[in-house]
């Protein structure tokens, strides 16, 4: 009886993120509407069930890399996994991806609203149903659950940048350069383990028009990483990172540094001081230095 319950739930989920993605194609591409160009519940349930087998024959049905936007490479490979009696007009790879596209909007929203309406108790819960709630739009939610994952756990510094994040989306930049200042104080210029939040500490006082405390900020994360990169080793099956020195595993993290962000944002900062401040200027030149020598780090891993 409880299988069928299942297997009855399971579907109404299904047919509910059809009607989902059926009702977001018709108002957002109407073009897969058109005559020879037709999307209905059959197809999408067709490309969604190969979808599903593609990620369970090669990818792996936990393996949480799986990035939520389609590559035309996937789309190819659940065109060529369709048998061609199962459709009766040829469904293109525009098309494979529009529904994937569509689909990934329907499974984060639903994602986002059973978040939102979850019951808490722990920090980690109400910092969680903060950002559903942000998301959501659902802002006076969102701010009474920060407040209390940050009352709850004041040491825990992502609760407060993500609440500093949060404030200056709305433009409460007082607010924000609050919370920034806070999480100053909890963080150590060596500290390993939330070398992540050093980073977006950084740029959210370089959004707030903080120029040195977003250098300063930025030229910690870099020294840390400097610090951790020469210990890191990639595990066996390639899902992160973990950072040993004298023996030890002292931490472990999905990735080490997302070069191409961390360069965009320092191309950003010297563009903007390159007619400004000398000694912010030579600031810039060290972060230069630094993120040079990182990549020649990260490139021998």
């Not at 009702?23 to 209905?40: K, Q, T, W, Y």
């Not at 065109?79 to 990934?104: C, K, V």
């Not at 607010?175 to 999480?183: E, I, N, S, T």
């Not at 959210?204 to 405390?213: A, D, K, N, T």
């Amino acid at each position: 009886m409880e299988n069928n319950s299942r297997s009855d739930m399971e579907n109404s989920e299904a047919r509910t993120c059809e009607a989902d993605i059926t009702r977001s194609i018709r108002e957002n591409n109407p073009e897969c509407l058109a005559p020879g160009f037709v999307v209905d519940k059959g197809y999408i349930r067709l490309v969604l069930d190969t979808w599903n087998r593609v990620i369970d024959s090669e990818i792996g049905p936990d393996d949480s890399s799986v990035d939520d936007d389609i590559a035309d490479e996937e789309a190819e490979e659940i065109l060529r996994r369709i048998p061609g009696d199962a459709i009766s007009r040829p469904l293109a790879r525009e098309t494979i991806g529009i529904i994937m596209a569509e689909a990934n909007v329907a499974s984060t929203r639903r994602f986002l609203l059973e978040t939102a309406d979850e019951h808490c108790a722990r920090a980690c819960e109400f910092n969680n149903r903060a950002n559903a709630r942000r998301e959501l739009g659902r802002y006076l939610e969102a701010q009474i659950d920060y407040n209390r994952a940050c009352d709850i756990d004041p040491n825990e510094s992502a609760y407060f940048l993500n609440r500093a994040g949060f404030f200056l989306e709305l433009g409460l930049i007082d607010d924000a350069m609050r919370d920034c200042l806070h999480v100053v104080t909890l963080l150590k210029e060596d500290d390993v383990s939330h070398y992540d939040d050093l980073f977006m500490l950084a740029g959210i006082f370089w959004q707030c028009g903080e120029r040195l405390l977003a250098i300063q900020s930025l030229l910690n994360y870099l020294g840390v990483m400097e610090s951790i990169i020469p210990f890191a080793k990639q595990e066996e099956e390639g899902s992160g990172y973990r950072i040993e020195k004298n023996g030890c595993v002292i931490h472990v993290a999905p990735n080490i540094i997302e070069v191409e962000r961390v360069g965009a944002f320092i191309k950003t900062i010297e563009e903007e001081m390159r007619g400004g401040n000398k000694k912010l200027r030579a600031m810039v030149d060290r972060i230069k230095e630094r993120f040079s020598t990182l990549k020649d780090l990260v490139n021998i891993i």
